[in-house]
């Protein structure tokens, strides 16, 4: 079977099950799948004449994995919640009501920018944390975009809040999530629709156990928030007398379909149970230090994914982390763990790097497709460019992509072998047109809101009506 293209020349960061770096590399692609991997001179010699793709003095990886990611709602609205509100007031005060000013066009226009945003910094697969409100248009949005992507709606029987409804209302809207987006047991597909849950101590018993068995009736993967901060623990000690993760355990709801966001504020029975059923942990390292939440009190995060949990990192929503940089996300964690424990031997790069694939794959009950250069796997791959400053003179690879490059130097991107970023830019949105068509949107969905961009110093508007409307540019 040949394949279809060889990307040759580059150091390849396999993550594949011996970790092997391969200087000099070459992959070779077919249908969408990796059919080859080796040193430019092996696939060559078994591959003559097919079409390359050259990255010679380039680093190449696997497609980077968010594993928690609002793509709707808040990416209109990026740097204008305040950065120092009180615990709750970003999401109560601005989300909540950011979303609920959200059109099906607003939705479908936030998920673009999201997702370019994503492929630009290398993300090729963007877990949703579940508040969309209107599916079809983000769905649309991440297969324009030809980004790998897990898509939920809002899920939760509160009395009030963006989509509430009954417990069976909700329920039947999660199922429709399946019924209209492929999921997992439906083979490989780029967007999937997951179950999602709001979560935290928003949900009714029957909420939470419904869901769960709602994904493993329908072979699907479920995600939701719980314990950021104490007050989940606090909440479910009162509701049930024992913690949530005990709680969810009695309810049946752990397991190798579940991926809890969050589940920073954890006590060792709960960290025993997450082991013992396989539930997945996405970390957002950059929320919890924005919101000042305790992460490095509390995290054991980078001691779950050293002992083999499966530990995943997400970029969160525009009210606690404006950027969508996985890999800058891997560097907060690998830092931050090594300052908790005043110990730089306690984790390295190479633990944020497997983190921001194979860890984040697993955890998403992807981890056979995606994560790794490997046979068998999806073309998910990230050029890095080489001549780019930060990887002059070049060190240890996997040191310089986390502590000096991250995102910033990403050339290209294929998702499914098929090349959606090069030379830096988006290949299949015109990112002009989407940023202006942003900036149009977003006045209106604050206006609709109520909000305004607060400015704690004096403002001079020096501009003309012309370049106002047009956000500044002459």
């Known amino acids: 079977m040949e394949p279809e293209l060889l990307i040759v020349g580059g150091d390849l960061l396999t993550i594949d099950d011996q970790r092997r770096i391969i200087l000099d590399g070459a992959l070779a692609i077919r249908a969408g799948r990796i059919i080859g991997v080796g040193t430019t001179s092996e ?6 004449g097919v079409a390359e793709f050259d990255a010679t003095g380039c680093v190449v990886t696997p497609g980077f994995v ?4 609002h793509t709707t709602g808040d990416p209109l609205a990026r740097s204008c919640v305040p950065d120092d509100l009180p615990p709750g007031e970003s999401i109560f005060s601005w989300a909540v009501p950011l979303n609920d000013a959200h059109t099906p066009d607003d939705d479908g226009l936030a998920a673009t920018l999201t997702f370019v945003d994503s492929v630009l910094n290398g993300v090729t697969t963007v877990i949703e944390a579940g508040t969309i409100g209107h599916l079809q248009p983000a769905a649309d949005a991440a297969a324009r975009v030809g980004i790998r992507a897990g898509l939920g709606v809002w899920g939760w029987d509160i009395e009030y809040g963006p989509f509430a409804a009954p417990t069976a209302e909700t329920l039947a ?8 987006l492929p999921h997992a047991e439906d083979g490989w597909n780029l967007v999937e629709g997951w179950v999602t849950l709001v979560g935290h101590d928003l949900a009714s018993d029957e909420l939470l156990a419904g869901a769960a068995d709602l994904a493993r009736r329908r072979g699907a ?7 950021p901060t104490s007050n989940d623990a606090a909440a479910y000690m009162a509701r049930s007398g024992v913690r949530p993760l005990v709680h969810f355990d009695r309810l049946n709801m752990l397991g190798r379909h579940l991926m809890l966001a969050h589940a920073v504020w954890l006590d060792d029975e709960e960290i025993e149970l997450v082991r013992s059923s396989g539930t997945g942990i996405a970390s957002c390292p950059w929320a919890y230090a924005h919101h000042g939440q ?11 994914h050293r002992s083999g949990i499966a530990v995943g990192l997400g970029c969160d929503a525009p009210n606690a982390n404006d950027g969508v940089d996985i890999l800058d996300a891997a560097r907060l964690a690998v830092g931050i763990a090594k ?8 984790c390295s790069a190479y633990d944020g790097l497997e983190m921001a694939t194979i860890g984040g ?5 992807m981890g056979e497709r995606i994560g790794s250069l490997s046979v068998g796997k999806a073309a998910d791959i990230v050029v890095h460019d080489g001549s780019a400053a930060q990887w002059r003179p070049r060190g240890n690879p996997v040191q310089q992509l986390i502590w000096a490059a991250q995102g910033r130097t990403v050339r290209d991107v294929f998702v499914d072998g098929r090349l959606v970023v090069q030379g830096g830019s988006c290949t299949t949105v015109d990112a002009g047109e989407l940023h202006e068509a942003a900036e149009r949107h977003q006045a209106a969905v604050l206006d609709r809101a109520g909000l305004s961009i607060p400015q704690r110093w004096p403002v001079i508007d020096g501009r003309t009506p012309a370049m106002a409307a047009t956000g500044g540019r002459r």
């Open 361 to 365: 794959a697993t955890a998403a009950g």
């Open 339 to 346: 300052d908790a424990a005043i110990d730089p031997t306690t």
């Open 66 to 69: 968010n594993t928690h990611q």
């Open 294 to 304: 305790g992460m490095a009190k509390m995290s054991s995060h980078m001691a779950m």
């Open 43 to 48: 696939i060559r010699a078994a591959h003559p």
């Open 173 to 180: 809207r999660q199922e429709a999530t399946l019924d209209l």
């Open 221 to 227: 993967q479920m995600t939701m928030h719980i314990s």
